[in-house]
């Protein structure tokens, strides 16, 4: 029993993570052939294997691919952001944004329209990007080097994040300007995201879940606490460091590209969690691959629900608050 019973619970993950790959691809095909102009899958097959010079294979190499692309980049990078914040701070309900990363790009980004007068999509990326970056280093300067606990880090984040939602709002208030380019982007869309967004973020986005992926066995060390995890040969200074690192670039990529999205990174690692367990490894694993497809369904929902698309950031907050709710009652039950 001791042996069969560990065999059965990693191939029930692992069956479970092949049934979210396939659902992943069913779900990036649909968001390729659902639209303002559907096109039958059919013919989205074609385009796929044998580019042609139609409208229907400048729609999908041109409008549908990259923002499906960004999509699966941008959900995978906030539900495994989100994994890590939860289990840095041993906190259920904390999310990408509670580290002061989103401020960060939110405020680059109003200060950057405001102060440089910068509206160039590539430049306005960087300078979100810079400011995630940038919000993480003060984070962690103010958290402490070393002795960085979990109740340190939520604190300085909430103190970093409201400072620089405060100057966000300052600024946006006073600049006309920054208040139309801003608020667009503050909603959270995948509508304007193309091929130089992809080739800007994925970099980054791809060395953040490579950090996040080796950091499932110490962050579970972590989990028993500090001095539980000294004793299994964890480094915690290190672990959060890295840990830390790897959030600012999932997060502060993910932002800078299309904007601050809530809930993705809140209530995708509790699903995973229970099917998984508190393993971080399989945690990590399965919010890359269920995060997206979470991600993807709200952007095709809000294609298809009104005549005008609705930005992706509206359709996941309406999703979010009853299914959090459901979340928090089931957990009490």
């Not at 990036?28 to 294979?57: K, N």
């Amino acid at each position: 029993m001791s042996v069969t019973a560990p065999v059965s619970v990693a191939g029930r993950r692992a069956f479970g993570l092949v049934c979210g790959l396939v659902a992943l691809v069913l779900v990036a095909l649909l968001s390729i052939a659902v639209g303002s102009r559907s096109i039958p899958l059919s013919v989205v097959l074609d385009v796929l294997f044998a580019r042609d010079g139609s409208d229907s294979a400048f729609v999908v190499w041109e409008l549908r691919i990259p923002r499906t692309l960004i999509g699966i980049a941008v959900g995978a990078s906030l539900g495994v952001a989100g994994a890590l914040m939860q289990a840095l701070t041993r906190n259920p309900l904390a999310d990408p944004g509670l580290l002061g990363v989103n401020a960060g790009a939110s405020t680059a980004a109003a200060l950057a329209i405001s102060v440089f007068g910068l509206t160039d999509l590539r430049v306005f990326v960087w300078c979100a990007f810079g400011g995630a970056a940038l919000a993480g280093v003060v984070l962690y300067a103010i958290a402490g080097r070393g002795g960085a606990s979990p109740v340190r880090l939520a604190l300085a984040g909430a103190a970093v994040s409201a400072a620089l939602t405060g100057v966000t709002q300052a600024v946006i208030l006073l600049d006309q300007q920054a208040l139309d380019q801003m608020r667009f982007w503050t909603v959270g869309s995948l509508e304007r995201a193309g091929w130089t967004t992809v080739v800007e973020v994925l970099p980054f986005l791809a060395v953040g879940l490579l950090i996040a992926f080796a950091m499932g066995r110490p962050l579970n060390a972590l989990s028993l606490g500090d001095e539980a995890g000294k004793a299994l040969g964890a480094h915690l200074g290190r672990t959060r460091l890295l840990t830390l690192v790897a959030i600012t670039l999932l997060a502060g990529a993910a932002t800078a590209a299309v904007g601050p999205l809530v809930f993705v990174g809140l209530a995708v690692p509790h699903m995973v969690r229970t099917f998984t367990g508190p393993d971080e490894r399989w945690v990590v694993l399965y919010c890359a691959v269920l995060a997206p497809v979470l991600l993807l369904l709200a952007d095709v929902l809000g294609r298809v629900m009104a005549r005008e698309e609705i930005d992706v950031g509206v359709v996941t907050a309406l999703l979010g608050a009853p299914v959090f709710l459901w979340l928090v009652r089931r957990g009490r039950a």
